[in-house]
Protein backbone atom coordinates (compact mmCIF):
# COMPACT_ATOMS: atom_id res chain seq x y z
CA UNK A 1 0.00 0.00 0.00
CA UNK A 2 2.58 2.54 0.63
CA UNK A 3 4.01 2.20 -3.20
CA UNK A 4 0.10 3.56 -3.97
CA UNK A 5 0.56 6.68 -1.04
CA UNK A 6 2.14 8.90 -3.61
CA UNK A 7 -0.11 8.79 -6.35
CA UNK A 8 -3.56 8.42 -4.16
CA UNK A 9 -2.25 11.57 -2.36
CA UNK A 10 -1.88 13.03 -5.81
CA UNK A 11 -4.98 12.10 -7.29
CA UNK A 12 -6.76 13.67 -3.85
CA UNK A 13 -5.20 16.98 -4.53
CA UNK A 14 -6.56 17.39 -7.79
CA UNK A 15 -9.93 16.17 -6.55
CA UNK A 16 -9.72 19.31 -4.00
CA UNK A 17 -9.12 21.97 -6.24
CA UNK A 18 -11.72 20.56 -8.10
CA UNK A 19 -13.97 20.77 -5.46
CA UNK A 20 -12.38 24.11 -5.06
CA UNK A 21 -13.04 25.75 -8.40
CA UNK A 22 -16.58 24.16 -8.45
CA UNK A 23 -17.68 27.04 -6.62
CA UNK A 24 -16.79 29.27 -9.05
CA UNK A 25 -17.05 26.98 -12.31
CA UNK A 26 -20.31 25.71 -13.09
CA UNK A 27 -18.72 22.04 -14.29
CA UNK A 28 -19.04 20.44 -11.49
CA UNK A 29 -16.03 18.78 -8.90
CA UNK A 30 -15.93 15.28 -11.46
CA UNK A 31 -14.97 17.45 -14.43
CA UNK A 32 -12.60 19.69 -13.28
CA UNK A 33 -10.81 16.86 -11.53
CA UNK A 34 -10.55 15.49 -15.17
CA UNK A 35 -9.05 18.06 -16.70
CA UNK A 36 -7.22 19.54 -13.77
CA UNK A 37 -5.36 15.62 -14.20
CA UNK A 38 -5.69 16.06 -18.29
CA UNK A 39 -3.34 19.14 -18.22
CA UNK A 40 -0.99 18.02 -15.86
CA UNK A 41 -0.44 14.58 -17.27
CA UNK A 42 -0.29 16.43 -20.84
CA UNK A 43 2.24 19.29 -19.67
CA UNK A 44 4.24 18.40 -16.65
CA UNK A 45 6.30 15.13 -16.37
CA UNK A 46 5.48 12.62 -13.77
CA UNK A 47 7.61 10.50 -11.67
CA UNK A 48 6.54 6.62 -12.05
CA UNK A 49 6.61 7.09 -8.79
CA UNK A 50 3.12 8.66 -8.68
CA UNK A 51 1.39 5.39 -11.41
CA UNK A 52 0.68 2.57 -9.40
CA UNK A 53 -1.24 5.29 -6.93
CA UNK A 54 -2.84 6.65 -9.89
CA UNK A 55 -4.18 3.24 -11.30
CA UNK A 56 -5.16 2.14 -7.75
CA UNK A 57 -7.54 5.44 -7.85
CA UNK A 58 -8.91 4.97 -11.02
CA UNK A 59 -9.78 1.58 -10.45
CA UNK A 60 -10.16 0.26 -6.72
CA UNK A 61 -11.14 3.62 -5.49
CA UNK A 62 -13.40 4.02 -8.29
CA UNK A 63 -14.88 0.49 -7.40
CA UNK A 64 -15.26 1.96 -3.57
CA UNK A 65 -17.09 4.81 -5.29
CA UNK A 66 -19.45 3.52 -7.01
CA UNK A 67 -20.63 0.79 -4.05
CA UNK A 68 -20.90 4.11 -1.58
CA UNK A 69 -23.24 5.45 -4.78
CA UNK A 70 -25.83 3.21 -3.37
CA UNK A 71 -26.44 5.27 -0.39
CA UNK A 72 -27.37 7.89 -2.92
CA UNK A 73 -30.57 6.33 -4.28
CA UNK A 74 -34.12 5.24 -2.14
CA UNK A 75 -36.70 3.67 -4.36
CA UNK A 76 -39.15 4.82 -2.19
CA UNK A 77 -38.93 8.19 -4.24
CA UNK A 78 -40.88 6.33 -7.19
CA UNK A 79 -44.47 6.64 -5.13
CA UNK A 80 -43.68 10.46 -5.23
CA UNK A 81 -44.49 10.47 -8.89
CA UNK A 82 -47.48 10.20 -10.70
CA UNK A 83 -48.53 7.55 -13.15
CA UNK A 84 -47.48 9.37 -16.15
CA UNK A 85 -44.01 11.09 -14.79
CA UNK A 86 -43.02 7.49 -14.54
CA UNK A 87 -44.23 7.14 -18.13
CA UNK A 88 -41.85 9.64 -19.18
CA UNK A 89 -38.88 8.67 -17.06
CA UNK A 90 -39.39 4.96 -17.93
CA UNK A 91 -39.31 5.83 -21.59
CA UNK A 92 -37.13 8.30 -21.72
CA UNK A 93 -34.28 6.96 -20.53
CA UNK A 94 -33.87 3.88 -22.71
CA UNK A 95 -34.71 5.90 -26.18
CA UNK A 96 -31.61 8.68 -24.92
CA UNK A 97 -29.12 5.52 -24.48
CA UNK A 98 -30.82 3.98 -28.01
CA UNK A 99 -30.27 7.26 -29.23
CA UNK A 100 -26.67 7.98 -28.44
CA UNK A 101 -26.11 4.21 -29.93
CA UNK A 102 -27.27 5.28 -33.22
CA UNK A 103 -25.76 8.77 -33.42
CA UNK A 104 -22.16 7.32 -32.27
CA UNK A 105 -22.59 4.80 -35.21
CA UNK A 106 -23.14 7.45 -37.41
CA UNK A 107 -20.35 9.59 -36.22
CA UNK A 108 -17.75 6.71 -36.56
CA UNK A 109 -17.67 6.10 -32.66
CA UNK A 110 -17.08 3.10 -30.56
CA UNK A 111 -19.90 1.37 -28.99
CA UNK A 112 -18.61 1.13 -25.73
CA UNK A 113 -18.15 5.31 -25.86
CA UNK A 114 -21.62 5.63 -27.04
CA UNK A 115 -23.34 3.39 -24.41
CA UNK A 116 -21.23 5.95 -21.71
CA UNK A 117 -22.92 8.86 -23.26
CA UNK A 118 -26.48 7.39 -23.51
CA UNK A 119 -26.11 6.44 -20.09
CA UNK A 120 -24.61 9.57 -19.04
CA UNK A 121 -27.13 12.04 -20.76
CA UNK A 122 -30.00 9.64 -19.99
CA UNK A 123 -29.46 9.16 -15.94
CA UNK A 124 -26.98 10.87 -14.07
CA UNK A 125 -24.31 12.20 -15.69
CA UNK A 126 -20.60 11.68 -13.74
CA UNK A 127 -21.94 9.17 -11.72
CA UNK A 128 -24.01 7.14 -14.62
CA UNK A 129 -20.80 7.03 -16.60
CA UNK A 130 -18.41 5.81 -14.13
CA UNK A 131 -20.70 3.14 -12.98
CA UNK A 132 -21.20 1.81 -16.73
CA UNK A 133 -17.46 2.51 -17.31
CA UNK A 134 -17.00 -0.35 -14.63
CA UNK A 135 -19.03 -2.73 -16.38
CA UNK A 136 -18.25 -2.25 -19.59
CA UNK A 137 -14.56 -1.44 -18.89
CA UNK A 138 -13.69 0.89 -22.04
CA UNK A 139 -10.55 3.24 -22.30
CA UNK A 140 -9.77 5.74 -19.74
CA UNK A 141 -9.81 8.41 -22.68
CA UNK A 142 -13.84 7.59 -23.30
CA UNK A 143 -14.49 7.83 -19.59
CA UNK A 144 -12.49 11.85 -19.71
CA UNK A 145 -13.89 12.78 -22.71
CA UNK A 146 -17.75 11.51 -21.87
CA UNK A 147 -17.73 12.81 -18.72
CA UNK A 148 -16.02 16.36 -19.77
CA UNK A 149 -18.47 16.38 -22.57
CA UNK A 150 -21.78 15.35 -20.52
CA UNK A 151 -21.17 18.24 -18.06
CA UNK A 152 -20.72 20.50 -20.66
CA UNK A 153 -23.32 20.24 -22.38
CA UNK A 154 -25.29 20.29 -18.53
CA UNK A 155 -24.15 23.86 -17.70
CA UNK A 156 -25.14 24.91 -20.96
CA UNK A 157 -28.29 23.79 -20.08
CA UNK A 158 -28.34 25.48 -16.78
CA UNK A 159 -29.28 28.66 -18.65
CA UNK A 160 -30.83 26.86 -22.25
CA UNK A 161 -33.72 24.85 -19.99
CA UNK A 162 -35.83 27.79 -18.09
CA UNK A 163 -35.66 29.66 -21.27
CA UNK A 164 -36.77 26.81 -23.47
CA UNK A 165 -39.89 26.41 -20.60
CA UNK A 166 -40.81 30.16 -20.85
CA UNK A 167 -40.79 30.32 -24.52
CA UNK A 168 -42.97 26.87 -24.74
CA UNK A 169 -46.76 27.95 -24.29
CA UNK A 170 -49.27 25.86 -22.59
CA UNK A 171 -46.86 24.67 -20.01
CA UNK A 172 -47.69 24.73 -16.28
CA UNK A 173 -44.91 24.41 -13.54
CA UNK A 174 -45.63 20.44 -13.07
CA UNK A 175 -44.91 20.24 -17.00
CA UNK A 176 -41.81 22.29 -16.47
CA UNK A 177 -40.61 20.76 -13.62
CA UNK A 178 -40.47 17.80 -15.43
CA UNK A 179 -38.94 19.08 -18.76
CA UNK A 180 -35.98 20.42 -17.00
CA UNK A 181 -35.80 16.92 -14.55
CA UNK A 182 -35.98 15.23 -17.01
CA UNK A 183 -33.49 16.33 -19.72
CA UNK A 184 -30.63 17.84 -17.06
CA UNK A 185 -27.52 15.42 -16.36
CA UNK A 186 -26.98 16.09 -12.65
CA UNK A 187 -28.85 17.03 -9.98
CA UNK A 188 -26.92 20.55 -8.83
CA UNK A 189 -28.01 21.49 -12.59
CA UNK A 190 -31.03 20.31 -12.18
CA UNK A 191 -31.80 22.28 -9.28
CA UNK A 192 -30.04 25.72 -10.57
CA UNK A 193 -32.30 25.66 -13.84
CA UNK A 194 -35.42 24.58 -11.78
CA UNK A 195 -35.34 27.22 -9.27
CA UNK A 196 -34.41 29.62 -11.32
CA UNK A 197 -37.96 29.27 -12.44
CA UNK A 198 -39.93 29.18 -9.31
CA UNK A 199 -39.86 27.26 -6.11
CA UNK A 200 -42.30 24.98 -7.27
CA UNK A 201 -40.58 24.38 -10.47
CA UNK A 202 -37.71 23.35 -8.78
CA UNK A 203 -38.94 21.33 -6.69
CA UNK A 204 -40.38 19.07 -9.28
CA UNK A 205 -37.55 18.97 -11.19
CA UNK A 206 -35.65 17.52 -8.60
CA UNK A 207 -38.10 14.53 -7.89
CA UNK A 208 -38.14 13.62 -11.25
CA UNK A 209 -34.09 13.82 -11.48
CA UNK A 210 -34.06 11.57 -8.41
CA UNK A 211 -36.35 9.19 -10.28
CA UNK A 212 -34.51 8.93 -13.29
CA UNK A 213 -31.05 8.50 -11.17
CA UNK A 214 -32.72 5.13 -9.45
CA UNK A 215 -32.64 3.47 -12.77
CA UNK A 216 -28.66 3.56 -12.86
CA UNK A 217 -29.52 0.28 -11.15
CA UNK A 218 -31.16 -1.61 -13.67
CA UNK A 219 -29.42 -0.28 -16.53
CA UNK A 220 -25.97 -0.92 -14.94
CA UNK A 221 -27.37 -4.63 -14.02
CA UNK A 222 -28.47 -5.04 -17.56
CA UNK A 223 -25.21 -3.75 -18.63
CA UNK A 224 -23.45 -6.45 -16.27
CA UNK A 225 -25.48 -9.26 -17.53
CA UNK A 226 -25.13 -8.37 -21.13
CA UNK A 227 -21.24 -8.71 -21.17
CA UNK A 228 -20.22 -11.66 -23.34
CA UNK A 229 -17.55 -13.98 -21.26
CA UNK A 230 -14.57 -14.99 -23.02
CA UNK A 231 -14.63 -18.01 -25.42
CA UNK A 232 -13.44 -21.35 -24.05
CA UNK A 233 -13.34 -24.57 -25.25
CA UNK A 234 -16.23 -23.27 -27.55
CA UNK A 235 -18.72 -22.40 -24.60
CA UNK A 236 -19.08 -18.99 -23.50
CA UNK A 237 -17.53 -18.19 -20.01
CA UNK A 238 -20.17 -17.29 -16.93
CA UNK A 239 -20.48 -13.90 -16.60
CA UNK A 240 -19.24 -12.48 -13.28
CA UNK A 241 -21.10 -9.34 -11.73
CA UNK A 242 -18.45 -7.25 -9.83
CA UNK A 243 -18.21 -7.36 -5.84
CA UNK A 244 -18.69 -3.57 -5.77
CA UNK A 245 -21.69 -4.14 -8.17
CA UNK A 246 -23.44 -6.19 -5.51
CA UNK A 247 -23.02 -3.79 -2.83
CA UNK A 248 -23.96 -1.13 -4.99
CA UNK A 249 -27.58 -2.84 -4.93
CA UNK A 250 -27.24 -3.67 -1.40
CA UNK A 251 -26.46 -0.63 -0.58
CA UNK A 252 -29.55 1.25 -2.39
CA UNK A 253 -31.74 -1.56 -0.89
CA UNK A 254 -30.77 -0.66 2.47
CA UNK A 255 -31.00 2.98 2.01
CA UNK A 256 -34.67 2.29 0.51
CA UNK A 257 -36.23 0.61 3.79
CA UNK A 258 -35.08 3.85 5.75
CA UNK A 259 -33.51 2.17 8.38
CA UNK A 260 -30.26 3.97 8.80
CA UNK A 261 -30.48 7.69 10.20
CA UNK A 262 -30.27 10.27 7.58
CA UNK A 263 -27.10 11.80 9.18
CA UNK A 264 -25.40 8.49 8.31
CA UNK A 265 -26.54 7.82 5.13
CA UNK A 266 -25.31 11.83 3.86
CA UNK A 267 -22.47 10.69 5.14
CA UNK A 268 -21.72 7.54 3.34
CA UNK A 269 -23.23 9.29 0.01
CA UNK A 270 -20.87 12.49 0.08
CA UNK A 271 -18.15 9.98 0.87
CA UNK A 272 -19.14 8.25 -2.49
CA UNK A 273 -18.82 11.95 -4.28
CA UNK A 274 -15.53 12.19 -2.79
CA UNK A 275 -14.21 8.99 -4.01
CA UNK A 276 -15.33 9.18 -7.56
CA UNK A 277 -13.54 12.97 -7.56
CA UNK A 278 -10.54 11.60 -6.71
CA UNK A 279 -11.46 8.71 -9.37
CA UNK A 280 -11.58 10.94 -12.12
CA UNK A 281 -8.68 12.88 -11.36
CA UNK A 282 -6.73 9.39 -11.46
CA UNK A 283 -8.18 9.13 -15.12
CA UNK A 284 -7.58 12.48 -16.26
CA UNK A 285 -3.82 11.70 -15.45
CA UNK A 286 -3.76 8.46 -17.49
CA UNK A 287 -5.33 10.73 -20.58
CA UNK A 288 -3.12 11.65 -23.52
CA UNK A 289 -4.69 14.72 -25.60
CA UNK A 290 -4.11 13.05 -28.76
CA UNK A 291 -6.49 10.62 -27.99
CA UNK A 292 -8.56 13.32 -27.19
CA UNK A 293 -8.21 15.42 -30.58
CA UNK A 294 -9.28 12.07 -32.34
CA UNK A 295 -12.24 11.02 -30.73
CA UNK A 296 -13.31 14.56 -28.70
CA UNK A 297 -15.22 16.02 -31.66
CA UNK A 298 -17.41 12.76 -32.22
CA UNK A 299 -18.15 12.50 -28.95
CA UNK A 300 -19.05 16.16 -28.38
CA UNK A 301 -21.19 15.68 -31.87
CA UNK A 302 -22.84 12.59 -30.58
CA UNK A 303 -23.45 13.86 -26.70
CA UNK A 304 -25.06 17.23 -28.35
CA UNK A 305 -27.13 15.43 -31.30
CA UNK A 306 -28.54 12.96 -28.66
CA UNK A 307 -29.55 15.75 -26.05
CA UNK A 308 -30.96 17.92 -28.51
CA UNK A 309 -33.09 14.44 -29.15
CA UNK A 310 -33.62 13.97 -25.56
CA UNK A 311 -34.89 17.54 -25.33
CA UNK A 312 -36.86 17.22 -28.04
CA UNK A 313 -38.48 14.23 -26.61
CA UNK A 314 -39.42 15.50 -23.49
CA UNK A 315 -41.11 18.59 -24.68
CA UNK A 316 -42.85 16.52 -26.91
CA UNK A 317 -44.36 14.24 -24.19
CA UNK A 318 -44.76 16.95 -21.29
CA UNK A 319 -46.61 18.94 -23.88
CA UNK A 320 -49.26 15.70 -24.39
CA UNK A 321 -49.41 15.53 -20.83
CA UNK A 322 -50.14 19.57 -20.62
CA UNK A 323 -52.89 18.82 -23.23
CA UNK A 324 -54.61 15.56 -21.43
Known amino acids: MRRHLPGILFSTLIALTGFIFSELIPLGSVTLAIMIGIIIRNTVPLSSVFKPGIAYSEKKILAY ?21 LFIIFLGVPCTILTALALGRLFGLTKETSLLLGVGNGICGSSAIAAAQSVIQTEEESVGVSVATINLLGAVGIFLLPSLCLLLPGLGEQQQGILIGNTLQAVGQVSAAGYSVSDSVGETATIVKMGRILLITPVVMILAAGRKGHIREGRPALVNIPGYLIFFLLFSLINSTGILPPEITSVLSQASKYLLTIAMAGIGLSISTEVLKTGGRKTLLTAAGTWVIQIAFSVFLVTVLAAA
Open 65 to 85: AIALLGFSLDYRIFAALGVET
